[in-house]
């Protein structure tokens, strides 16, 4: 193993012991700051919590330009069903497989704690005089997993730079130059309650209704590979057991589905009211469905369970954070058959997958929509759509598709105010310089490519047009998962390409 990729490990472990879910990056701002003022390096932040920090150049270099080396904070927050992971206090933990790394039944951060611990790796570098390079600035962003809000937040004059490298990427060997827009749909369905018995000693028992074991991933890099969303099955497989056992027979209690906004959701949970002399048969059905469901998933989601039981009078509720918190059934209340009908209509309407492939860029997504959360609340239920498009049209396009299914279904919906696309200049210096480096490094091309995923370069670009940008990083697999996982021999070359393209400033 290169010996800065061991050191970049070990930074990487360090940021690892910090909680650093999206909107609760405060604890990393303070030590990156406490670890730049150790350091002898200038730093600051401002009103949202980015970091700035500033690294002086290297004898022989003071004349070149200000290199930006960006990255963020924050880290989506995924576990399996069966972790005791607690991230807002415990370390992720780093499991070594091989040449492989991933967390303990989590996701590990990698997106992109690997990019602060490289930029750190580097300044100190500098500072001990084993490289060379020209004066640096490692911007450190808050809350790009929800939306870009920290790099939104970024203050004219914050940074000095106009040549950024972007550490966001994912596959070792390309160079992402262009990226989609995005905005995220808030859609409120009232919820009415009728007055219902069910529990022990009444006709009607609860039960548990649950798809969980799919893939899930990242709604941007991964929407293409058709995966099951675990919002939609479930609705598929409640909406068959009300037309087969009868609407009068079962009744839904509650139900809650997905992670984040971009992450493709892999579990869904629904609690129901089920007449006990139709229990063998919707658990038969369920069983039938289940067998179903795998065989069109087989290749995408092999682990796929569609699974139904009888269950004590309690009910897990999330709040609005995402915090749980064990609550008793309201043993005398189901959703009105008003509600009902309108939320399985909603949810089976609702689209989710690629819209529309591009026209211009062979294999890339163009636009596309991810049916990413849905929460039950007091008085009402609250989704989330997350839609994409590198074509701001079609993204306001996709964007009123949800609208109006939300309207038809007599929903509220809120369309947050979205990000924008990154257009690609082939023409840039920057992409021509890093593709001669990459290439006299490794003796081969480098891809270019533009992809589906949003990237804090849309943002930059959007409030300093001048700025040249790049992004590249190691190999990442099935991020915004549990099964989140970083080649580490990857990490080796991207150090060597960064190394020469900072000397290329010579």
Known sequence: MHPKTRQILEMFEEINKIPRCSKHEEKLSLWLKEWAVAGGFEVKTDAVNNVLVKVPATPGYENSPVIILQGHMDMVCEKSKDSKHDFSRDPVRCVYEGDWLRGDGTSIGADNGIALAMGLVLAEAGKKGEIGHPPLELLFTVDEETGLTGVMGLEKGFFEGRILLNLDSEDEGAFIVGCAGGKNSRITLPLEWETFEYGKGCQFGLCKLVVEGLEGG?????????????????????????????????????????????????????????????????????????????????????????????????????????????????????????????????????????????????????????????????????????????????????????????????????????????????????????????????????????????????????????????????????????????????IEKVWIFLENLLKSYH
């Open 218 to 490: 990242h709604s941007g890099v991964e929407i293409h590979r058709q995966r099951a969303n675990g919002i939609q099955l479930l609705a598929r497989a409640f909406a068959g057991l009300r037309e087969q056992v009868g609407k009068e027979c079962i009744r839904l209690v509650f139900l809650s589905g997905g992670g984040t906004h971009n992450t493709i959701p892999n579990f869904m949970d629904a609690f129901v009211a089920l007449d006990r002399e139709k229990f063998e048969q919707a658990e038969r059905l369920v069983s039938e469905f289940g067998k179903t469901l795998r065989s069109e998933y087989a290749k995408t989601d092999p682990d796929l369970v569609l699974s139904f039981r009888e269950v004590e009078n309690g009910i897990v509720f999330e709040n609005s954070e995402g915090k749980v918190a064990k609550k008793e059934a309201p043993a005398n209340r189901v959703f009105s058959s008003g509600t009902e009908e309108k939320l399985l209509g909603l949810l089976l309407a609702l689209p989710h997958g690629v819209y529309r492939m591009s026209d211009r860029i062979p294999g890339l997504v163009e636009t596309s929509n991810n049916l990413a959360t849905v929460r039950t609340g007091k008085a009402e239920i609250q989704i989330i759509s997350s839609q994409r498009s590198s074509v701001m049209s079609r993204l306001a396009e996709i964007s009123g598709k949800v609208g109006a299914v939300a309207k038809l279904a007599g929903a509220g919906v809120e369309h947050e105010t979205g990000y924008p696309a990154w257009e690609p200049d082939l023409e840039s210096g920057l992409i021509s310089r890093c593709r001669q480096v990459y290439t006299r490094t490794f003796q081969k091309e480098p891809e270019i490519e533009v992809v589906h995923a949003g990237l804090e370069c849309g943002v930059i670009g959007s409030k300093c047009m001048d700025m040249e940008m790049i992004s590249f990083g190691p190999t990442i697999k099935d991020p915004h998962s549990p099964a989140e996982r970083i080649f580490i021999p990857s």
